[in-house]
Nanobody, 126 residues
Framework: QLQLVESGGGLVQPGGSLRLSCAAS????????IGWFRQAPGKEREGVLC????????NYGDSVKGRFTVSRDNAKNTVYLQMNSLKPEDTAVYYC???????????????????WGQGTQVTVSA
């Protein structure tokens, strides 16, 4: 199973920014799409953004449009989630998942991805 490790979470004030990282261990991300999901307490895990092996992106949530972006650095074997203008409702555990090559179009569920990291907590609070 592919091993992914998320990092970069923490406590941030509303309006602040964080950059999460998803690093691959033991394999190269070059041939994989990486999806970012989040799960708030008492809610289901929901898709946020995805980046394909070629760098094209899919956005799965209107709530993050214009605020979150996803990028990848294959040389560092890492995918990033840049989160700006953070809101309290962005508070969640953020996960990255891997699947071969392409992102699901328009919508996604956790079952679309094969491997997951352990998650990183993001808390947006004053």
């Amino acid at each position: 199973q592919l091993q992914l490790v998320e990092s970069g979470g923490g406590l941030v004030q509303p309006g602040g920014s964080l950059r999460l990282s998803c690093a691959a261990s033991g394999f190269t991300l070059e041939h994989y799409a990486i999806g970012w999901f989040r799960q708030a307490p008492g809610k289901e895990r929901e898709g946020v953004l995805c980046i394909s092996y070629a760098g094209s992106t899919e956005n799965y949530g209107d709530s993050v449009k214009g605020r979150f972006t996803v990028s990848r650095d294959n040389a560092k074997n890492t995918v990033y989630l840049q989160m700006n203008s953070l809101k309290p409702e962005d508070t969640a555990v953020y996960y990255c998942g891997a699947r071969s090559y392409f992102c699901p179009r328009l919508a996604t569920t956790p079952g679309d991805f094969d491997s997951w990291g352990q998650g990183t907590q993001v808390t947006v609070s004053a």
